[in-house]
């Protein structure tokens, strides 16, 4: 059974994507491992990922994926984005709720870069959800954003799912299903 590891030290991320392989792709072995990712700051995704794949690519031969997040807000001309880590952490919920208080458009989108090392090369996988801010937080599941965020075609926020709905609906479970369609190719076609 093949390895591959995913690098973060978020243990909610982990769960929603071992969920996805556990169920579509049971032949790999999924482990969680925590090195040191360096991420520098742009308002690109993708170059974000792109580099803390090559950094870490340096020291670790492994087959290994990144993956990181935002919810940008079409009224706040797509802030936070890459920086919601951080604006989580200091401003949090209600700050992004204060920040919208006055404003009818709530259309917002959360987007979530996959960047994979098979050894040789990086692949980058992508996943976007359309959705809406909500007035006020709702539901105690998920976490970062998830309560404040209703995907469309859905009436409960991330927060408020269990998380088979919410991969039905989220960004990280679309460039997960990417990478996923993309290692059975590599897998499945070598053995």
């Keep these: 059974m093949p390895t591959i590891y995913f690098v973060t030290n978020n243990v909610n991320k982990f769960r929603e994507i071992a969920h996805i392989f556990d169920k579509e792709m049971p032949i790999i072995k999924l482990k969680m491992t925590n090195l040191t990712k360096i991420e520098i700051q742009s308002l690109d995704l993708v170059e974000i990922v792109r580099y803390a794949v090559e950094n870490i690519s340096r020291q670790f031969k492994e087959p290994f994926f990144i993956e990181d997040a935002g919810l940008f807000i079409d009224k706040l001309g797509g802030f936070p984005g890459p920086f919601s ?53 709702r539901g105690s599941k998920g976490f970062g954003f998830d309560p404040i965020f209703i995907p469309n075609g859905a009436r409960k926020t991330f927060a408020e799912m269990e998380i088979d709905e919410k991969n039905q609906y989220s960004h990280r479970a679309k460039a997960t299903r990417k990478l996923i369609k993309y290692l059975r190719k590599l897998y499945l076609s070598t053995t």
């Design 85 to 137: 880590h951080y604006v989580y952490d200091t401003i949090g919920i209600d700050g992004i709720l204060k920040l919208l208080e006055s404003s009818e458009n709530r259309q917002a989108h959360f987007k979530s870069i996959i960047g994979f090392w098979d050894g040789n090369e990086i692949k980058i996988f992508e996943g976007i959800v359309k959705g809406q801010i909500t007035l006020s937080p």
